[in-house]
């Protein structure tokens, strides 16, 4: 079953504005995944961030991890037109070689 | 890194008959392998959890009659959307697992029942 939820579900933006889109989760993890997807295409990892990690940057991405909260959140800067796209979190369970859970996804528009 | 095909990257096939899925991982063994299936606008819903040489661990809901999965080799799943119908339309994802907690996802296959 899905245990993560992104916030907010859809998000419209102009190009070069920051883009922040927050998930949450339910159980303990070993890490938390970031992915984005083009319509009708496959994944694209974008970022993992461990659970001993509080914050991590990838060019124009940063996620925070809060585990007291069960909340992570992923930040586009300067975004782009070729940003938009779904983005999905996906959490790793403590237990290995486990499914990774996805939320159900932000769909993020950035107008040109 | 690691990486997963899937053959094939689109299908489309007639209500009733039978379709295959192939996922592999070309460059690393993976004990366990996965199936999510992904309907338009929704997020990737696991189906099943494939582990070599053992059967298919299904997720509630989903019919292991329906939706045959072999896992023969450290390389090779395959899944098998049998007596497909038009509701069965949908993007079929897998991943490999690597080491535990690493997953590596194949490109997709997009099955379209008419």
């Known amino acids: 079953s899905q245990q993560g939820e992104e916030d907010p579900q859809a998000l419209s933006i102009q190009e070069g504005e920051n883009a922040t889109m927050n998930c949450s989760y339910k159980?303990?993890?070993?890490?938390l995944q970031w992915y984005r997807q083009n319509s009708g295409r496959g994944l694209v990892h974008l970022i993992l961030?461990?659970?001993?990690?509080r914050e991590k940057h990838s060019g124009r991405l940063r996620v925070t991890l809060d585990t007291s909260k069960k909340s992570s959140s992923l930040l586009i800067t300067a975004s782009r037109a070729a940003d938009t796209a779904s983005y999905f979190c996906?959490?790793?369970?403590?237990?290995?070689?486990?499914?990774?859970?996805f939320g159900k996804g932000t769909r993020l528009s950035v107008i040109a | 890194g690691a990486v997963v095909s899937q053959h094939p990257s689109r299908v489309i096939c007639k209500s009733g008959t039978s379709v295959k899925i192939e996922c592999r991982s070309l460059?690393?063994?993976?004990?366990?392998m996965f199936w999510y299936r992904q309907f338009p606008k929704q997020s990737l819903m696991l189906m099943a959890t494939?582990?070599?040489?053992?059967?298919?661990?299904?997720e509630q809901g989903v019919e292991k009659d329906k939706f045959l999965i072999n896992h023969a080799s450290l390389t090779l799943s395959t899944l098998t959307v049998t007596s497909a119908h038009p509701e069965d339309s949908s993007f079929y994802i897998c991943?490999?697992?690597?080491?535990?907690?690493?997953?590596?996802f194949g490109p997709g296959t997009r099955l379209t029942v008419t």
């Open positions: 961030i461990r659970s001993n990690e």
């Open positions: 991943s490999a697992s690597l080491q535990g907690y690493e997953q590596y």
């Open positions: 494939s582990n070599e040489g053992s059967k298919a661990t299904y």
């Open positions: 159980t303990s993890i070993n890490n």
């Open positions: 460059d690393f063994q993976a004990t366990t």
């Open positions: 996906a959490t790793a369970s403590i237990s290995g070689n486990t499914p990774l859970v």
